[in-house]
């Protein structure tokens, strides 16, 4: 990954940390990661977006990996991200762009696409399917031990998190949001218990690849990332239109965890989702989970490349 470029542009008075590779005249692809992930949960897609012949951003957010904290991390929230993207692209002269989102990342792309139809081309996700800004409510009838409820408790979190060190921190989450079942705790214990030390991590998932995460979390610790997604999901914006009409695909794994969240597969499979994104493509992994673009990266790659060659004018 030597051919991957990094570079720090500064936004909204923070310096963001940008991994970049690819030609400066083609159409871009602006990929944004979720959590425990980071810009190189995006490293396979990359690289396969650049030798196809587009250029390629993924950005680190604000307080996550090598980017700046922001002054006050307890008061970010989804709107501060989706603002930095669009001061991201100005300052880069980029008018418009294909978004790729993966969880949380997946609802700055939603912001985005709503507030600033004119700057996107087109928009994939995975592992969170497109969602309008709306307080959410993931934890109606789920026990106590929910691993969204024990995160959203300041401080809580904090303490479970601070027992270990942040190669272990990503390494557990990474374990747990791999599997179907969701990450749920007994009341006796804390969500990182729900791991044992013994326990493999997936097959796709190497030491190094751990051990990349792990100096990037040891950097930006978690303050931020506790505070956006998980205290920041009953955030409000006044939207009038939530529908977006640009080209759209939601890359869906069958074992992803998310899938059991109440109400997304209703959401998902209803109409609902199709009524907000008219033009949207749904394609199911059988065998994906939660981290499909790192699990599956020739499937999720040729999907992406598929997207793009239908939807840009890359000659």
Same mark, same amino acid.
């Given at each position: 990954?030597?051919?991957?470029?990094?570079?720090?542009?500064?936004?909204?008075?923070?310096?963001?940390?940008?991994?970049?590779?690819?030609?400066? #005249?083609?159409?871009?692809? +602006? *990929?944004?990661?979720?959590?425990?992930?980071?810009?190189?949960?995006? $490293?396979?897609?990359?690289?396969?977006?650049?030798? &196809?012949?587009?250029?390629?951003?993924? /950005?680190? @957010?604000?307080?996550?990996?090598?980017?700046?904290? /922001?002054?006050?991390?307890? %008061?970010?929230? *989804?709107?501060?991200?989706?603002?930095?993207?669009? &001061?991201?692209?100005?300052?880069?002269?980029?008018?418009? +762009? @294909?978004?790729?989102?993966?969880?949380?990342?997946?609802?700055?792309?939603?912001?985005?696409?709503?507030?600033? %139809?004119?700057? +996107?081309?087109?928009?994939?996700?995975?592992?969170?399917?497109?969602? /309008?800004?709306? /307080?959410?409510? @993931?934890?109606?009838?789920?026990?106590?031990?929910?691993? !969204?409820? =024990?995160?959203?408790?300041?401080? =809580?979190?904090? &303490?479970?998190?601070?027992?270990?060190?942040?190669?272990?921190? +990503? $390494?557990?989450?990474?374990?747990?949001?791999? $599997?179907?079942?969701?990450?749920?705790?007994?009341?006796?214990?804390? !969500?990182?218990?729900?791991?044992?030390?013994?326990?493999?991590?997936?097959?796709?998932?190497?030491?190094?690849?751990?051990?990349?995460?792990?100096?990037?979390?040891?950097?930006?610790?978690?303050?931020?990332?506790?505070?956006?997604?998980?205290? #920041?999901?009953?955030?409000?914006?006044?939207?009038?239109?939530?529908?977006?009409?640009?080209? &759209?695909?939601?890359?869906?794994?069958?074992?992803?965890?998310?899938?059991?969240?109440?109400? !997304?597969?209703?959401?998902?499979?209803?109409?609902?989702?199709?009524?907000?994104?008219?033009?949207?493509? !749904?394609?199911?992994?059988?065998?994906?989970?939660?981290?499909?673009?790192?699990?599956?990266?020739?499937?999720?790659?040729?999907?992406?490349?598929?997207?793009?060659? %239908?939807? #840009?004018?890359?000659?």
């Amino acid at each position: 990954m030597e051919e991957i470029e990094h570079k720090y542009i500064e936004v909204n008075g923070l310096k963001l940390h940008i991994a970049e590779i690819g030609s400066g #005249s083609s159409p871009v692809v +602006v *990929f944004l990661h979720g959590f425990p992930e980071i810009w190189y949960s995006w $490293r396979y897609q990359m690289l396969a977006v650049a030798k &196809a012949g587009y250029r390629a951003i993924a /950005p680190d @957010f604000r307080g996550y990996g090598l980017s700046d904290q /922001p002054t006050q991390p307890e %008061k970010t929230t *989804f709107l501060d991200l989706t603002n930095d993207l669009l &001061a991201l692209l100005d300052a880069l002269n980029i008018s418009k +762009v @294909f978004l790729v989102g993966k969880d949380f990342g997946s609802f700055v792309v939603s912001y985005f696409s709503i507030l600033h %139809k004119e700057r +996107v081309s087109g928009f994939i996700v995975m592992g969170v399917p497109f969602l /309008p800004p709306k /307080p959410l409510e @993931f934890k109606q009838g789920l026990p106590e031990g929910f691993y !969204i409820s =024990r995160f959203g408790v300041p401080g =809580r979190a904090e &303490a479970d998190f601070g027992r270990l060190d942040a190669k272990t921190v +990503v $390494r557990n989450v990474y374990i747990l949001f791999s $599997r179907s079942e969701l990450p749920i705790a007994n009341e006796d214990q804390e !969500i990182m218990d729900i791991v044992q030390p013994s326990t493999p991590l997936p097959p796709w998932f190497s030491e190094e690849d751990l051990t990349a995460y792990g100096a990037l979390y040891e950097n930006s610790g978690f303050r931020t990332a506790l505070q956006v997604p998980y205290r #920041s999901l009953h955030e409000q914006v006044n939207i009038t239109d939530p529908t977006v009409h640009v080209p &759209a695909l939601f890359i869906k794994g069958e074992t992803d965890y998310f899938l059991k969240f109440p109400g !997304i597969e209703d959401y998902i499979s209803s109409g609902v989702l199709k009524s907000l994104v008219p033009n949207l493509q !749904i394609v199911n992994l059988p065998e994906g989970t939660h981290f499909v673009q790192e699990q599956l990266p020739n499937e999720v790659n040729q999907l992406v490349l598929e997207f793009l060659s %239908k939807n #840009s004018k890359l000659q």
